[in-house]
Each structure stands twice: as structure tokens, then as C-alpha cells.
């Protein structure tokens, strides 16, 4: 059987089951920032994880999101992540450089990693950082929609534990391994945010939960055979067979061997970690300066000439063509204004957490 861990955010993210109950990203950040806090992280770092998981539930990555509070407390309390950890750069070659993140939450190693890469791009040009000795780091366009937001054109990968199997065969050697690709802002941004699986583990556990059956291509058996069956799931499939397979192998070749960290496949599950040690995930984030290239302005121009060709091409149904980002963009622009839509794990988890510490929590929605 798939065992859980949120390790790729597909295009588009299905919404979770409808509880009645939502969250305002404000009162989110508030709970989220105390609730880290309160496990000993410093008020900069909890604000960092604190946004990073609210944005992205703000775009409707709802697996990437406030559901993984619960769980990166966990880590804080075991102490597979650690909350004074103090990520330090280990090999510098000036456009290329290792930091190991010294058991740090993954959110905020991704987010050092990044910053160092839009320091470095600005001095040389390009750069690249590679991260070991982290833990999982969320959504993977959290950190090349960062470097995005500085002119620059982001891409990060990362190492997972694994659950989807190469193609043609049986045991899951690979986690769902995301790759981001981001540039651009507000109505001209391209983010691409993609598993290399087929489809999210998150989805084959709403199946489950909901006794529907599997979409055709989505999982094999324990005889490596499809199956429409969410109980008799044991791997997920790569996305487009040995093409996706492929993708799974180049992300553990950067987000793992590259930096000296462990394959996919003898990484522990999210929640099976042994306690004071981190799970050892890898990340490659890599940033591109466009004025290094064909300058600033000529690269803007190019990016909306292709976005805006995608977005006008002629539908084969009654929805518009979308440009990666769209789906995102909207959710976000929708609950703003009416607030997160949780579900009743989630839901039930920041309920606790807002007893426990004094704060508002989920509301009900309003009729």
C-alpha cells in the first residue's frame, strides 16, 4: 500500500472535500506563526514557513499547504527537524554552491537556498545551489516564484521519498519528485509546479476515503499491474510512462546524487523519521538572470508574447487555454476575499492548535 507523503504538486490541485469550514489567510498566518513559534522556531524563521504554507493553500495546493502544519510541528518536536538549525554554506565556487541545511525545516532551506542563488545570479549571471541534510520543503514554486519576484527566472527540483515505480516495474523507487519553472509576475507570470507521477498521492487518498475508483494509469498493484482499485494501490505510475520515469531519475540525479544526498528510495516517509536525525532530502535550486542573456527588457517581451499566444490559441471546448499559473492565480484572487476551504483534517488540527494557543481559528462559512 502507497504510504503518505505529499512530495509533488501536480498543475492543478483537486479542492478538498467541502467541511463548511474556511480559514482567512491573515487569521492562517497568525495561527501558523504561533504554532511554530511556540515549537522554538525564531519569529523571522515562523513567519517565513508561516507564508510560505498559507500562500500556497492560498493558491489551492492544498497537499503543499496548511495541511502540512501539523506535520512540520511534528518534525519540530522529534527533532528530525531542527528549530535552531543553522543552514551553512560547505563548498563555494563562487556560481555554485552546497549548503548544508543542518536538519533545518525544508521550507527554510529552500527559501536560503534561494536567496543565495538571487545573490549570486546578480554577481555571475547564473547560479545554482544545492542543498543536503534537509527535510520536505513544501511546494517546490514557493522558491522559483521568489526568485521570479527578483527579476529572475527560477527553477527548483527536490529529492522524495519514494512511492511511484519506473516504468514496467513493480516496487515505488522514486517519491513524485516536482520540478518549478517561474518567471514574470501578477498577469504575466509562467509558474510551472509539476509531480513527475501521474497524479498526487493526496488524490488516490480522496478515492479511498470517497470508495471511487481510480482514473485509468494512475497506480499499479503489488504484481506491478494497473489497477483501478485505490485499496490495492501499492506504486504510483510515472506521468507518460518512461518519459515521466525519465524526469523521476533527472530530479533524483540533481536533487540527490548531485548534492551528496541519499536516492528517493532509502529516504524515510513524512512521519517516520527517527527522532533528533533529518530525513536527508536534497533540493537543486538554480537561478537564471535574463540580463545575462538577452537582456531584461527583450526577455519580459519574449515571455509575454508567449504567454499571451498559449492564452489566445483556440480552445477544443468551451474553457480558454491556460498558461501555468492561471489555475493558481485564480484560486488565489477567490480566497483572499472568501478564505481557505479546509478540509475536516485540517480543519480539526487548527481548531486544537487555536485552543491550545489562545488565537482565532477556522471560522464556519458564512450563508
Not at 206 to 220: F, I, K, M, P
Not at 285 to 312: I, M, Q, S, Y
Request: net charge negative.
Amino acid at each position: 500500500m502507497i504510504t503518505e507523503e505529499p512530495t509533488g504538486t501536480p498543475h492543478a490541485e483537486a479542492a478538498p472535500p467541502a467541511t463548511g469550514r474556511t480559514i482567512h489567510a491573515a487569521r492562517a498566518r497568525t495561527l501558523a506563526r504561533a504554532a511554530l513559534t511556540e515549537r522554538g522556531l525564531p519569529a523571522a524563521e515562523a513567519e517565513q514557513v508561516a507564508d510560505a504554507l498559507v500562500t500556497t493553500s492560498l493558491r489551492g495546493i492544498d497537499t503543499h499547504g496548511l495541511r502540512l502544519l501539523p506535520q512540520y510541528l511534528a518534525e519540530l518536536s522529534t527533532g528530525v527537524a531542527k528549530a535552531t538549525a543553522a543552514p551553512a554554506v560547505v563548498r563555494d565556487r563562487g556560481a555554485g554552491l552546497l549548503l548544508d541545511a543542518d536538519g533545518a525545516l525544508g521550507v527554510l532551506a529552500g527559501l536560503s537556498a534561494a536567496r543565495l542563488a538571487a545573490e549570486r545570479a546578480a554577481r555571475f549571471g547564473v547560479a545554482a545551489v544545492g542543498v543536503r541534510n534537509s527535510n520536505h520543503f513544501g511546494a517546490a514554486s514557493v522558491y522559483t516564484r521568489t526568485l521570479a519576484r527578483a527579476g529572475l527566472v527560477g527553477i527548483a527540483v527536490t529529492s522524495a521519498a519514494s512511492r511511484v515505480a519506473p516504468y514496467g516495474g513493480v516496487e515505488p523507487l522514486f517519491g513524485t519528485n516536482p520540478i518549478s519553472v517561474a518567471a514574470g509576475g501578477g498577469d504575466e507570470e509562467f509558474a510551472l509546479d509539476m509531480a513527475t507521477s501521474q497524479v498526487c498521492f493526496g488524490e488516490v487518498k480522496q478515492r479511498r476515503t470517497e470508495g471511487r475508483v481510480l482514473d485509468s494509469g494512475w497506480a499499479t498493484d503489488l504484481q506491478g499491474r494497473p489497477t483501478a482499485h485505490p485499496d490495492e494501490a501499492y506504486a504510483l505510475s510515472p506521468l507518460g510512462g518512461y518519459k515521466g520515469q525519465g524526469l523521476a531519475m533527472a530530479v533524483t540525479l540533481l536533487g540527490a546524487v548531485l548534492t551528496g544526498g541519499a536516492p528517493d528510495w532509502r529516504l524515510s516517509q513524512v512521519g517516520a523519521g527517527s527522532p533528533g536525525e533529518s530525513r536527508g532530502i536534497g533540493h537543486l535550486v538554480l537561478a537564471l538572470d535574463p540580463a545575462a542573456f538577452t537582456g531584461t527588457d527583450t526577455f519580459a517581451t519574449g515571455l509575454k508574447d508567449l504567454l499571451t499566444t498559449v492564452r489566445t490559441s483556440t480552445p477544443a471546448t468551451d474553457r480558454p487555454v491556460l498558461a501555468p499559473g492561471d489555475p493558481q492565480r485564480a484560486h488565489e484572487q477567490h480566497r483572499e476575499t472568501h478564505g481557505i476551504p479546509l478540509d475536516a483534517g485540517t480543519a480539526a488540527a487548527l481548531d486544537e492548535l487555536a485552543a491550545r494557543l489562545g488565537v482565532a481559528g477556522p471560522q464556519e462559512v458564512s450563508a
